[in-house]
């Protein structure tokens, strides 16, 4: 069946994107990354901790905060996927594992930041990682984008391990 597109169109090889979605999906970002990062601090000083830590010999204590950052990234993927969904946004799992497989331990560096400046650290970029993940996810051939998105993983993990 060959089709047919009114006045010559071709369809083109990515999404459309407006400015404006994307920006949305920047706000989407950093609320995740705040549920994150405050999820962690949560988890890990009031049910963790409580959990683990009865005995003072309890070896699980010392790996709570783990615990408490996978739980936490999970939380936070979810609120970002149904941020994602709910904006429309082409391949949104996609979007979404990317940008915690890209930023997985973040919040193990900012940590020893002030409360304040990790909030922010953390919002901004898990803003700009589902912003760039949305962005090289438009592109309609599926092998290309993930080729793209691995690519783009392996750089944001060279850059925050360096």
């Keep these: 069946m060959s089709k047919v597109y009114a006045n010559d169109e071709q ?42 830590c009865n005995d003072e010999t309890a070896v699980q204590c010392a790996s709570s905060s783990q615990y408490a950052m996978v739980t936490a990234a999970v939380i936070g993927a979810a609120v970002g996927l149904f941020g994602l969904v709910r904006l429309q946004v ?48 438009r592109v309609r051939h599926f092998l290309l984008a993930i080729i793209l998105v691995v690519i783009m993983i392996v750089a944001v993990r060279l850059v925050l391990n360096a």
Aim: proline share 3%; no cysteine; hydrophobic share 70%.
């Design 11 to 52: 369809p083109t090889s990515l999404v459309t994107m407006s400015f404006r979605k994307l920006l949305m999906v920047v706000v989407i970002g950093a609320i995740a990354g705040l549920v994150t990062w405050g999820l962690t601090y949560l988890l890990d000083v009031y049910v963790y901790k409580a959990i683990l």
């Design 90 to 137: 082409f391949r949104p799992l996609l979007v979404v594992i990317a940008s915690v497989i890209a930023l997985w331990g973040l919040i193990e560096v900012v940590t020893f930041m002030p409360w304040y400046l990790a909030a922010t650290v953390s919002a901004v970029l898990y803003g700009l990682a589902l912003a760039v993940f949305a962005w090289f996810a």
